[in-house]
């Protein structure tokens, strides 16, 4: 973490020793993103327990200082990260078929590189802290569909993120639109609970969870020096 962030230092300080403006953007920016949290424990257990397709979103405000094409920027998103199972039931539920979710309520900060000018396609890549105010679990089969909290099961965790996109500038007015494709993948653990809600800590050998996303952002942004 440390060496990432003096990395981060000497490029935006080698960018402003080059350039000759320095500008600042703000922008309102809403996400949408497929998003998941894999542990082996749940992927070993194959029919019982797997993964199934989970969508969440995050909105929040942007800020990044400009050193030419070269930019520090931070992020604050608040919003939801899910993660979504299926399988087959256990008898205590009464067999079948289910399928579950857990949903973290999250506030994201972001903080990154970007490479590009104030217009046109750009690149950016750092990392995100996820950080957790709470977490339910909910699962629903033919018999039975058990609800509760499991905020304690869980904790925050850092991850690693890169994007590719373009600005396009609006027609009379002083805003363009933002458009991006964002990567975000944590080697971090973020504890919690498997398909049927059942404790990850409760198990014999214990696995990290990793969570991962892929998304859309979009926002709008306004530059000024």
Not at 150 to 159: E, K, N, P
Not at 193 to 204: E, M, P, Q, R
Request: aromatic share 12%.
């Amino acid at each position: 973490m440390k060496k990432l962030f003096i990395s981060l230092s000497i490029l935006t300080c080698v960018g402003a020793a080059k350039a000759q403006t320095l500008t600042f953007d703000v922008a309102a920016k809403y996400a949408y993103s497929a998003t998941g949290m894999f542990n082996k424990n749940i992927s070993d257990l194959g029919a019982s327990q797997d993964y199934d397709v989970a969508f969440s979103s995050n909105y929040g405000l942007a800020g990044t200082v400009n050193f030419g094409k070269i930019g520090l920027g931070v992020e604050a998103l608040a919003g939801n990260f899910k993660g979504a199972y299926q399988g087959e039931a256990p008898l205590i539920w009464g067999g079948g078929n289910y399928i579950s979710q857990v949903e973290l309520k999250t506030l994201q900060i972001p903080v990154y590189l970007r490479v590009g000018g104030s217009k046109g396609s750009f690149g950016e890549f750092g990392v995100v802290a996820n950080n957790i105010s709470a977490a339910s679990y909910s699962a629903s089969n033919a018999l039975v569909d058990p609800a509760f909290d499991v905020t304690d099961q869980y904790q925050s965790f850092l991850a690693y993120m890169v994007g590719v996109g373009g600005r396009i500038a609006l027609p009379k007015i002083p805003v363009m639109l933002s458009i991006s494709a964002r990567f975000m993948y944590s080697t971090a653990d973020a504890k919690g609970v498997d398909a049927l809600g059942i404790d990850l800590d409760n198990y014999s050998t214990y696995y990290k969870t990793n969570a991962a996303s892929v998304g859309l952002h979009a926002g709008l942004v306004y530059s000024f020096e």
